[in-house]
């Protein structure tokens, strides 16, 4: 009987320990292309911990490189930059005008003029109104308005909410492009399965057929 059952917790912990995967394993650089649709990714994985993903749709193409970690059979991939880093804006003046307006006006990353920026006007949850910057980039809005925060939109750029209790008089603001080109990981899932890792960062449709990168060969 005691043989048994020694057999029987070899065969629990020795598929369990078998469950988790080792680094060397999961090291190498992995390929995906989709024939024909001017896409495709690699994913590499390397000995130090870091990884280097990369992709190319057509001809807008990125790279986000960050590091990897092993849980179970998951690889967990964090990029080096994360969303919650992303600057949306710069408030490049916000001082006093001794008026009875604030006076906007909106800039680009270059400093250029950023015309007809949308300023919506909120209380707690709902929408008040919405008015329009100028084609100089510039807004004037009363100090007298019933409004708690605004929004700014631009289309291309970050949405961004400044309180009213924080706006002074003039004020200049930044406002900072989206960036299309980056893929943010934020604990991020692939699994290895023999020499092909599964991510939901290839979508399986009617023309892709395959949701797998392929290990690349070393010659």
């Known amino acids: 009987m005691k043989v048994y059952f020694l057999f029987f917790l070899f065969l629990i912990f020795g598929c369990s320990s078998s469950e988790q995967l080792n680094d060397s394993a999961v090291v190498g650089k992995y390929s995906y292309k989709a024939a024909g649709y001017g896409v495709g990714s ?17 001809l807008i193409n990125g790279t986000t490189e960050g590091t990897w970690s ?47 920026v949308i300023c919506l006007l ?13 084609f100089d980039g510039e807004l004037q809005l009363s100090k007298a308005e019933d409004f708690q925060k605004l929004r700014f939109i631009f289309l291309g750029f970050h949405e961004f909410e400044i309180k009213k ?3 002074k008089g003039n004020v200049t603001l930044m406002m900072i492009q989206k960036e299309t080109h980056y893929q943010y990981f934020e604990n991020e899932v692939m699994i290895l ?6 991510s939901d960062l290839i979508k399986k449709t009617r ?9 690349d060969v070393q010659n």
Do not use: M, Q
């Not at 690699?42 to 993903?53: H, I, N, R, S």
């Open 165 to 167: 209790e924080d706006l």
């Open 42 to 58: 690699t994913v590499e994985f390397k000995k130090d911990k870091t990884f280097a993903y990369t992709w190319v749709t057509g």
């Open 207 to 215: 023309h892709v057929k395959n949701n797998f990168f392929t290990k």
């Open 193 to 198: 399965k023999g020499d092909k890792i599964y």
């Open 122 to 134: 909120l209380n707690e949850s709902d929408k008040i109104k919405s008015v329009d910057a100028n």
């Open 70 to 116: 092993i849980s179970g059979k998951k690889i967990i991939l964090n990029s080096e930059r994360k969303k919650s880093d992303v600057i949306k804006f710069k408030i490049l003046d916000n001082s006093d005008n001794n008026s009875d307006f604030y006076n906007f006006k909106f800039l680009d990353e270059n400093k250029d003029i950023l015309p007809k």
